[in-house]
């Protein structure tokens, strides 16, 4: 995708209410109705068409090998050969599947690798009720991981042919995509983000989440690991942030570790947890890979936002996944 072949032309946010969404799933319907009625007052995006982007524990994402039949078959089939795959049943399920390549097994048959995706029907139909009562028409459901994915790739042609780790970090949900070619080879998605980092800042100084968020921003974690942590912010930062660190760095090694993976030749950052000091170090250090900011409106026209530069550069982390959805439905 070249440069300006998509623009941007509002971009808004809202703070939800504590408890509204839990880990990525809607548990207040009314709640997140509302919120999202008052972020389209404020944006004044002019369509109700939008695409839903779901991240929790209840998606399950398996690289799966099966025999191979037409996609319009396999399609029809999914349910039948599934069911083996998925920790749930699958009348609950919403199922779909991102075809990878066909191969042949060492009897000869024709395989088809592929994605398996498994979504709760009921996280989904909670989803996508919100948006429904917010007054908004839903034209899709996409996996947010898919998203991080297409934006990443439209902004990075250069590394189309290399293995890369893209890493989004929300504020309790990371989705982590290992993509060569633009193919996505693992997706992983961690119950952790910046939120996590800013609660334990706030229940190890008693207070409220948005100095906690302001002292967090400030301190930073560590370059090293377990440096220098005098003051109680700085142990809380490094003991959350260490773990993610620890679990990115872990994923990265789950999908090494798998038969015929290619190797990683770096690690982008997106989301607003990205921003986080120190944490570019820390995971270069960890996974001994380069460690680079994501670009996501380097492929973006920038149309009358109604934000500054400054504004735009502090949102470009956080419009990964919404831009990611949007590319989804242009293609």
Do not use: C
Not at 187 to 214: F, H, N, Y
Not at 233 to 242: K, V
Not at 248 to 253: A, E, I, K, Q, W
């Amino acid at each position: 995708m070249g440069k300006g072949s998509a623009t941007l032309e509002r971009f808004g946010q809202v703070a939800l209410p504590v408890g509204a969404v839990r880990d990525g799933e809607v548990e207040d319907i009314a709640v997140v109705a509302g919120a999202i009625r008052q972020l389209w007052t404020q944006a004044k995006f002019s369509t109700k068409k939008v695409v839903v982007g779901v991240a929790n524990q209840k998606v399950v994402v398996r690289q799966v090998d099966l025999p191979w039949q037409p996609l319009s078959e396999l399609k029809k089939s999914l349910a039948f050969q599934a069911q083996d795959f998925i920790p749930m049943p699958v009348e609950q399920a919403i199922l779909d599947f991102h075809p990878l390549e066909e191969f042949h097994n060492d009897g000869g048959g024709r395989m088809l690798r592929v994605l398996l995706v498994a979504a709760s029907r009921e996280m989904v139909t909670s989803a996508l009720a919100a948006v429904e009562q917010a007054g908004l028409q839903p034209t899709m459901v996409d996996l947010t991981s898919f998203a991080v994915l297409r934006s990443q790739v439209s902004s990075s042609p250069g590394f189309a042919v290399e293995a890369e780790a893209l890493v989004d970090i929300g504020a309790s949900v990371t989705n982590i995509v290992v993509h060569q070619g633009g193919v996505p080879r693992f997706v992983r998605i961690l119950l952790m983000g910046g939120g996590d980092i800013t609660d334990a800042v706030a229940e190890r100084l008693g207070v409220a989440a948005e100095q906690a968020e302001s002292v967090k921003q400030t301190t930073g974690l560590s370059l090293v690991a377990g440096g220098v942590q005098a003051h109680p912010a700085n142990r809380a930062i490094e003991s959350t942030g260490g773990a993610f660190v620890e679990e990115v760095r872990g994923s990265l090694d789950y999908y090494l570790a798998q038969s015929g993976s290619a190797r990683i030749s770096r690690v982008v950052l997106s989301g607003g947890g990205s921003r986080l000091g120190g944490l570019v170090e820390r995971l270069t250090t960890a996974t001994r890979l380069p460690v680079e900011i994501a670009r996501p409106m380097s492929v973006l026209k920038i149309g009358k936002t109604g934000l500054t530069d400054e504004q735009l550069a502090y949102v470009e982390p956080m419009v990964t996944v919404p831009v990611g959805l949007a590319l989804g439905v242009a293609s």
